[in-house]
């Protein structure tokens, strides 16, 4: 597994909705982070794995070295137990769902 980093790291892809979820997530609770793009082939995600022991996205490595993984609400859930939750979070909420796109989480 990692050594800590100094920020969070997230193995994510844009495509990958559980990864918009989870990012989504970080930015409303004003994380930064730092965003680790992986292979789409899953049998190209050897670093990835050595890191996070999986292949699956999202993942995420926590300031402290903590690795999330697996079902994205699960990560989510796990921040927020983690993360209080700031007062601007909602701005984010708001501004995304003024967005064309809509938003993500519920």
Known sequence: ????????????????????????????LDLPFVALPVPVDRDQRDVMEQRTGTRAIPAV????????????TEIVARLDAR???PATAQ???DALAAHPLGRILG
């Open 91 to 93: 701005d984010h909420r």
């Open 61 to 72: 490595i926590l300031e402290d070295g903590t690795v999330l993984a697996g079902d994205a």
């Open 1 to 28: 597994m990692s050594s800590s980093p100094e920020m969070i790291q997230v193995f994510q892809a844009e495509w990958c909705p559980f990864s918009a979820l989870v990012r989504e997530r970080l930015n409303e």
């Open 83 to 85: 993360y209080p939750e």
